[in-house]
């Protein structure tokens, strides 16, 4: 088995003006993420896992140097490709690990009907129905967000603004494009995340800097919890 890739993520609230500059200066050099429409963005929704202590976001709150976190998500409304990813942060380094799952799957897992889970050869699969049931881990609730996307070769470098913020405050029907959703972080602001290997090009960094805004410990999944 291959050994899991961990990697660096920053993360900064910058506002409109931020992103616009920023924008102008990467996409000089910066090629953008296939996957993105006419409009150079791509929808994502995920659907979060917590027991009923609120493990994953206590342990985000807290700063808890190693944690981990699961999600089921799709893009753009394509029920085709669904992905079950397990989110892991260890000294400030992240992992992800995923798995393909069908909207079927999906469907079970939010009725509790999680059987299918153990008896899977998916490892992933596995560990989740080892969670569900030993430390009740449960659907907690949606993000939605509209990303755009960039990519750098070197450094494997990849820059995404998420715009438009929202949460299903309790709801699990992530398969209902009319579900009620909020706002969760104010739309005046853009969440830019930099994601790297081992190091980030020393072009990338001029690009990305933002005057005295720092990097911030931002969480979707718990800023979309602020209603419950």
């Known amino acids: ?66 944690r981990e976190k699961f999600r089921i998500r799709f893009y753009n409304d394509d029920y085709s490709f669904i992905k079950l990813e397990k989110k892991s942060k260890i000294n400030g380094l992240c992992g992800k690990d995923s798995a393909k799952i069908t909207k079927e799957q999906c469907e079970k897992i939010i009725e509790g009907d999680i059987e299918f889970l153990k008896h899977s050869n998916t490892p992933l699969f596995v560990e989740l129905y080892a969670k569900m049931k030993g430390d009740l881990l449960k659907t907690k609730t949606i993000v939605d967000y509209t990303r755009e996307a960039y990519i750098y070769p070197t450094g494997n470098v990849r820059i995404t603004f998420d715009k438009d913020i929202r949460t299903g405050i309790h709801s699990k029907s992530i398969f209902d494009a009319n579900v009620p959703t909020i706002s969760s972080i104010d739309n005046t602001f853009v969440v830019l995340e930099v994601k790297y290997d081992e190091f980030l090009p020393e072009i990338i960094q001029h690009i990305i800097q933002t005057n005295d805004r720092r990097a911030t410990a931002i969480s979707k999944y718990a800023a979309s919890r602020i209603y419950g």
């Open 1 to 66: 088995m291959a050994e899991k890739k961990f990697r660096h993520e920053l993360k900064h609230y910058i506002n409109m003006s931020d992103y616009m500059a920023i924008k102008n200066r990467l996409t000089q050099i910066m090629r953008l993420d296939k996957n993105a429409n006419q409009n150079n963005e791509y929808k994502i929704r995920s659907l979060y896992f917590d027991n009923l202590n609120d493990k994953a976001l206590m342990e985000k709150i807290n700063g808890i140097n190693r």
